[in-house]
T-cell receptor, first 113, second 112 residues
């Protein structure tokens, strides 16, 4: 069964460093998303991406964040200069079309020290 | 704006039924989802219901949707210890990027 895969599963980084979280969405899906979950809190929407551009972003998704689809398969989230409060589980999701179910990856746990 | 609420905890005995409730505020939702999250793990899609339905059954899981009251519930029949997890409901809205808005999550504890 096709699935969304994320790498790495866990990343530790020093405050101020740049990180890139990687996702491979399901191959024929057109809509891509990043969400995050701070430990013990709810899952929060960060950004949605369609047709090679951001279609919606939340207040959390400030200038420190960027997304890219560098080739036909990967979808990345870059945090330019990490802060302690960026420590969270980051989930990638994809869907085939606008009104179909979303499939989530297993997440990348980011720890900023 | 959209808001999705759930009770924080639910404790049941093994073999009993569990009912996890969720309320949402945005009436333009298209799909409503239930995800399961075990400790340290990702989000596992359990089931979903399209907004023009009022019930969906999938093995031990029954989803009930009351659009008038904006109330969604997940019933787990014959609850097992392996069902212990956090359960999130989420609504998907029309327009924009069709993002999901998640509830606060309900921690289900199944006792022997």
């Amino acid at each position: 069964e096709p699935e969304v895969t994320q790498t790495p599963s866990h990343q530790v980084t020093q405050m101020g460093q740049e990180v890139i979280l990687r996702c491979v969405p399901i191959s024929n899906h057109l809509y891509f998303y990043w969400y995050r979950q701070i430990l013990g809190q709810k899952v929060e929407f960060l950004v949605s991406f369609y047709n090679n551009e951001i279609s919606e972003k939340s207040e959390i998704f400030d200038d420190q964040f960027s997304v890219e689809r560098p080739d036909g398969s990967n979808f990345t989230l870059k945090i330019r200069s990490t802060k302690l409060e960026d420590s969270a589980m980051y989930f990638c999701a994809s869907r085939l079309e606008g009104n179909t179910e979303a499939f989530f990856g297993q997440g990348t746990r980011l720890t900023v020290v | 704006g959209e808001d999705v609420e759930q009770s924080l905890f639910l404790s049941v005995r093994e073999g009993d039924s569990s009912v996890i409730n969720c309320t949402y505020t945005d009436s333009s939702s298209t799909y409503l989802y239930w995800y399961k999250q075990e400790p340290g793990a990702g989000l596992q899609l359990l089931t979903y219901i399209f907004s023009n339905m009022d019930m969906k059954q999938d093995q031990r899981l029954t989803v009930l949707l009351n659009k008038k009251d904006k109330h969604l519930s997940l019933r787990i029949a014959d609850t097992q210890t392996g069902d212990s997890a956090i359960y999130f409901c989420a609504e998907q809205l029309t327009g924009g990027g069709n993002k999901l808005t998640f509830g606060t999550g309900t921690q289900l504890k199944v006792e022997l």
